[in-house]
């Protein structure tokens, strides 16, 4: 049976969706997303049709392609009843079993990173082969619970002891295939592992551990960090659910155009590599390399309603930036600046630069450090200004005129947050290429692990 199920994961998002072939040239996809391009060359690849997709939740880390399976291959949706979606699905409650022909799927009522969050035990007869479990238990850990409010999240936890504990009731051997895994603003603990069994959770994922519901529940909310801007809005849109009628188009604008689009409000997105944006930018710009986590800065930093031209390389493909920027709800992306930089220049712009300094070339007293809380506690530079990337712009003003160099773990935030802090009139940063550990390593000195 596990040759028969393939995983999709989105390393960026840090998720996994599921193809099931379901063995008569049917398959069925479990939380697919919008930017379905994986979804559908592994079904094309197999010579499968996409007969069902299944939704364990109302996501809000990006838009679901339920919808978009349905209305390009006629699958049938499969939902929990209680999320009330508007859209033509298959409303399902605890215990509803939907023949697969041969397989069964069972929906367990799991709530807790949801309130009408479903699981989906896959039946072969009457083997529990294995567990769709979304966001409720995944590999070492369950997911967040404060996604609907502060005034909900511990009744949620509490939810999700029960979810858990269910499962945890399941066959020692029944596959675990979760859709959050590492790298997800859903709580997710880091390592390789994106699926598992019943049995390896049950002796190894500390909240299972948990001696009692309380315990349970402070140790999931002492492990809640901070989560982007856009979570707060995709889970409405998911209710409603999302269709692209066409493929994306990255529309060509002149410099004219896009100085025009600047000084009306909008903004340029730098995509290409941190080299190329520090070597010559547009004044002002905002730099998102290109990379597998492009789309969460994207819907995290900028605010939906605000244009966005974009600025890349000739070898960026323009379906890797509109596709995922779609996943994440971006929908504002006028077009990019055809010819990049060097039409801007050839029309009279001008470009700022931004320096990039090794660690033993980093010669600033200020120091400011972007990565997230969960990761400057493994060690940061002595005295550094501790502040997440997503709350930087906020911050901007409250840190020290002159100087001063920023970081993360590589460099791609670093370029990020130096583009904000020079939106914010901050004209003397440089981007330190590597990391703290790098920076230790250089110069020999010890980090600091206090916050």
């Not at 404060?146 to 504990?165: K, M, N, V, W």
């Not at 300094?357 to 493994?378: F, G, L």
């Amino acid at each position: 049976m596990h040759d028969r199920l393939i995983p999709l994961v989105d390393e960026g998002l840090g998720n996994s969706a599921y193809l099931l072939d379901l063995g008569d040239g049917r398959a069925l996809a479990v939380d697919p997303s919008l930017d379905l391009r994986a979804a559908d060359a592994a079904a094309t690849k197999r010579g499968l049709r996409t007969a069902y997709a299944a939704e364990t939740h109302l996501h809000a880390d990006f838009l679901s392609g339920a919808r978009q399976l349905a209305h390009d291959h006629g699958a049938q949706i499969l939902a929990s009843a209680a999320g009330q979606r508007t859209f033509d699905h298959i409303g399902l409650g605890d215990g509803d079993e939907v023949d697969l022909g041969g397989l069964r799927l069972r929906a367990l009522a799991t709530p807790g990173h949801t309130p009408e969050h479903l699981s989906y035990l896959l039946l072969d007869g009457d083997r529990e082969v294995g567990v769709f479990t979304g966001g409720s238990l995944i590999v070492g850990a369950a997911a967040r619970t404060d996604l609907i409010g502060p005034e909900h999240t511990e009744q949620l936890a509490r939810a999700q002891y029960a979810s858990l504990h269910r499962l945890a009731a399941l066959a020692d051997a029944t596959a675990v295939w979760p859709t959050h895994g590492a790298g997800s603003f859903c709580s997710a603990p880091p390592g390789a592992a994106r699926t598992s069994t019943i049995g390896a959770e049950k002796t190894g994922n500390p909240l299972l551990r948990a001696p009692d519901e309380d315990t349970f529940v402070r140790i999931l909310l002492d492990s809640l960090g901070s989560y982007p801007a856009y979570f707060a809005r995709l889970g409405e849109l998911n209710r409603h659910g999302q269709l692209v009628t066409a493929p994306p188009l990255l529309a060509p604008l002149d410099a004219a155009r896009v100085r025009r689009l600047l000084s009306d409000g909008a903004i340029a997105v730098d995509v290409r590599p941190v080299g190329d944006y520090a070597a010559g930018h547009i004044p002002g710009s905002l730099a998102i390399p290109l990379r597998a986590q492009y789309a969460t800065w994207l819907g995290w930093l900028v605010p939906p309603d605000v244009p966005i031209v974009i600025v890349r390389d000739p070898g960026q493909d323009p379906a890797d930036i509109l596709w995922p920027a779609l996943n994440v709800g971006c929908t504002t992306i006028a077009g990019e600046l055809a010819g990049g930089v060097a039409a801007w220049t050839a029309t009279g712009g001008q470009l700022a630069t931004t320096r990039v300094a090794s660690p033993a070339e980093m010669d600033t007293t200020s120091v400011v450090d972007v990565r997230q809380a969960s990761e400057v506690t493994a060690g940061h530079l002595p005295g550094a200004h501790l502040i997440e990337l997503g709350s930087l712009a906020e911050h901007a003003s409250d840190l020290p005129s002159g100087p001063a160099t920023v970081m993360c773990g590589h460099g791609e935030r670093a370029a990020t947050a130096a583009s904000l802090l020079e939106r914010a009139g901050h004209h003397e940063v440089s981007i330190l290429a590597g990391g703290a550990r790098d920076w230790a390593k250089v110069t020999g000195r010890t980090l600091d692990t206090r916050r």
